[in-house]
Every structure is written in structure tokens, then in C-alpha cells.
């Protein structure tokens, strides 16, 4: 079956720093790749995804990076502000509806 | 701009008792998913829908688990009866709407915290 994991579950990084969350995928027929946050008490929010015709795609201040080759997907996140302190999903789509990761906890200190 | 909407955002009952969840979705998505998420974990889908049909439901226990989308727009997640697991967020999302790859994005409600006691 399908399984997406993250490497870590917190990430604790400082206010202004750059934060790289990791995920790995199983599924190589999965195509489409999602990264959501998830801020407590709240539904999952779409920050960017990309296809698996890509390797790189930037957003405002994201970037995600997508390696088929070992299955990873990472999101970057530049100058990361307290607001960004949240639980941060990857998922990945084939032919069925999304799988998801189990989440990294991303702790900004000020 | 628009959002899905669920209702109620909290739910407390007890176990045995029958509790139902509604969600609308963004207005034109034909597309519409329930999942459920443990706290901890990362949401698990129990149905999709493609308008008013099921396109999957392989993961909702449906001794106790019902979901209807009667008219393609809105719908309605059933647990009867309720048992001390059930206890999850139940969140739903919707997408523009391809039936069978799921390249769409889906954007989720804020869902509703459900606790059976």
C-alpha cells in the first residue's frame, strides 16, 4: 500500500531562519504532492503542491522540492515568522485520494 | 473567499447516541471528501464523493458509518451508533473535481471535533 512518512516529528527553528521539513513517499505511481498546515484546533490549509513532472516549485516564501528518484519531498520555508508555528502535512495523490503523512510540529522561537 | 463550511464545530455525546456532521463545499466543486483525523495523526479519507455518487467508500465502516450527498452539493456524515473511538476530528474537503486522480487541491472546513463519552 501507499505510505508517506516525515522524518521528524518537531522541528524547532528561530524566528528569521530558514525551515526545511522532510517527508518520504513509498508510492512511485504517485504523481501529486501537497503540503498543508494544520494550526490547532483548525482544518488543514493548502500552501502549495506540485507534480510529479516537476522537481521545483516556488511560492511566497515556500518552496517545494520534489526528488523521484528517492522518493522525498521537502518544503522550505524562508524567514520563518512566529505565525508560521504549526503542524505541516505532506500528502501524495494517485489514482486514489490523498494520503498523508502522520505531521511535523514546526516550533518557532522568537 | 470562498470556504467550506461545516457544522456544529464541536460535538460531545455518548456512546451508543447517533451524531451527524454536515458540510458545505466551495460553490462549483464537484468533488467532496469526508476524512477522519486522530489526534497525532494525519487525516485518513472515509468517502468520496463525485456529485451525488460514491466513488470510495472502501474505508468507512458502514456497520456504523453513513454518508449521503443527495442533490450533489452538500453533505451529511452519520455515525449510528457512536462508540468511544470515534472520537476524531471529522473534517470535510472538496476539490474542483476529477473523479479518479486526485491532482485536484482540496481544501478543507475546519471541521468538527467530535467526543463520545
Known amino acids: 500500500g501507499e505510505s508517506v512518512g516525515l522524518h521528524l516529528p518537531t522541528l524547532s527553528v528561530q524566528e528569521g531562519d530558514n525551515s526545511i521539513i522532510n517527508c518520504a513517499y513509498s508510492?512511485?505511481?504517485?504523481?501529486?504532492f501537497i503540503w498543508y498546515k494544520q494550526e490547532s484546533g483548525k482544518g488543514p490549509q493548502f500552501i502549495i503542491d506540485?507534480?510529479?513532472?516537476?522537481d521545483k516549485r516556488q511560492g511566497q516564501r515556500v518552496t517545494v522540492l520534489l526528488n523521484k528518484t528517492v522518493k522525498h519531498l521537502s518544503l522550505q520555508i524562508a524567514a520563518t515568522q512566529p505565525g508560521d508555528s504549526a503542524v505541516y502535512f505532506c500528502?501524495?495523490?494517485?489514482?486514489?485520494?490523498?494520503?498523508f503523512g502522520s505531521g511535523t510540529r514546526l516550533q518557532v522561537q522568537p | 473567499e470562498a470556504e467550506v463550511a461545516q457544522s456544529p464545530r464541536y460535538k460531545i455525546t455518548e456512546k451508543s447516541q447517533a451524531v451527524a456532521f454536515w458540510c458545505d463545499p466551495i460553490?462549483?466543486?464537484?468533488?467532496l471528501y469526508w476524512y477522519r483525523q486522530i489526534l497525532g495523526q494525519g487525516p485518513e479519507l472515509l468517502v468520496q464523493?463525485?456529485?451525488?455518487?460514491?466513488?470510495?467508500d472502501s474505508q468507512l465502516p458502514k456497520d456504523r458509518f453513513s454518508a449521503e450527498r443527495l442533490k450533489g452539493v452538500d453533505s451529511t456524515l452519520k455515525i449510528q451508533p457512536a462508540e468511544l473511538g470515534d472520537s476524531a476530528m471529522y473534517l470535510c474537503?472538496?476539490?474542483?473535481?476529477?473523479?479518479?486522480?486526485?491532482?485536484?487541491?482540496?481544501?478543507f472546513g475546519p471541521g468538527t471535533r467530535l467526543t463520545v463519552l
Open positions: 474537503a472538496s476539490s474542483f473535481g476529477h473523479p479518479i486522480r486526485s491532482t485536484d487541491t482540496q481544501y
Open positions: 460553490s462549483g466543486h464537484a468533488t
Open positions: 506540485i507534480r510529479s513532472n516537476m
Open positions: 464523493f463525485q456529485d451525488e455518487s460514491v466513488v470510495d
Open positions: 500528502a501524495s495523490g494517485g489514482r486514489r485520494a490523498l494520503t
Open positions: 508510492n512511485s505511481a504517485s504523481d501529486y
